[in-house]
T-cell receptor, first 111, second 115 residues
Framework: QKEVEQNSGPLSVPEGAIASLNCTYS??????FFWYRQYSGKSPELIMS????GDKEDGRFTAQLNKASQYVSLLIRDSQPSDSATYLC???????????FGQGTRLTINP | IAGITQAPTSQILAAGRRMTLRCTQD?????MYWYRQDLGLGLRLIHY???????GKGEVPDGYSVSRANTDDFPLTLASAVPSQTSVYFC??????????????FGNGTRLTVT
């Protein structure tokens, strides 16, 4: 079982709707979680980090963390075509000194 | 512009050949990393370095070696390339040695094809 799991998609969402991206992880003691966005042919860039249970909002983006369920999600409100990209979930596994990435979810926003 | 420079951008390499992928950062970050990205598998850590003079193994280190002689440079060497090493390679850095405490900055990647 992969340590960080994402649905690879593709996920299609109409423009203006809410895009919901989900991620589960296997390490119960992980404390830090990250969402990276990667445009096709480009390098990943950090868009959100979350460390405690609950929601964290930044503009149109909301990260949600539920440590009991080992689940982290990213919501994108008012989706725009420019949000079309692959979104990578990552978790820091304690003691292992490594950031583990999921396989990424490809999101397409349809005008 | 500050950042990470990777070279070459792309390379086609015959199996069995030796190849060094170059990575240079000018942000004076302590930690540097090499990842490979394959379709359906996401980013996997090959090797990392928390500070100049030290290196460590990641998830998929076999067939690769690294060195960290100074803060800025972190080359990745394939001693004898095999087709399974066909991938996109990303170099990354972070200000702090604990990767969760500061964001990763990625280079533009090197697309390597081993034939």
């Amino acid at each position: 079982q992969k340590e960080v799991e994402q649905n690879s998609g593709p996920l299609s969402v109409p423009e203006g709707a809410i895009a919901s991206l989900n991620c589960t992880y296997s390490d119960r003691v992980s404390q830090s979680f990250f969402w990276y966005r990667q445009y096709s042919g480009k390098s990943p860039e950090l868009i959100m980090s979350i460390y405690s249970n609950g929601d964290k909002e930044d503009g149109r983006f909301t990260a949600q963390l539920n440590k009991a369920s080992q689940y982290v999600s990213l919501l994108i409100r008012d989706s725009q075509p420019s949000d079309s990209a692959t979104y990578l979930c990552a978790a820091l596994f304690q003691g292992a000194q490594k950031l583990v990435f999921g396989q990424g979810t490809r999101l397409t926003i349809n005008p | 512009i500050a950042g990470i420079t990777q070279a070459p951008t792309s390379q086609i390499l015959a199996a069995g050949r030796r190849m060094t992928l170059r990575c240079t950062q000018d942000m004076r970050h302590n930690a540097m990393y090499w990842y490979r990205q394959d379709l359906g598998l996401g980013l996997r850590l090959i090797h990392y370095s928390n500070t100049a003079g030290t290196t460590g193994k990641g998830e998929v280190p076999d067939g690769y070696s690294v060195s960290r002689a100074n803060t800025d440079d972190f080359p990745l060497t394939l001693a004898s390339a095999v087709p399974s090493q066909t991938s996109v390679y990303f170099c990354a850095s972070s200000e702090l040695s604990a990767p969760g405490n500061s964001p990763l900055h990625f280079g533009n990647g090197t697309r390597l094809t081993v034939t």
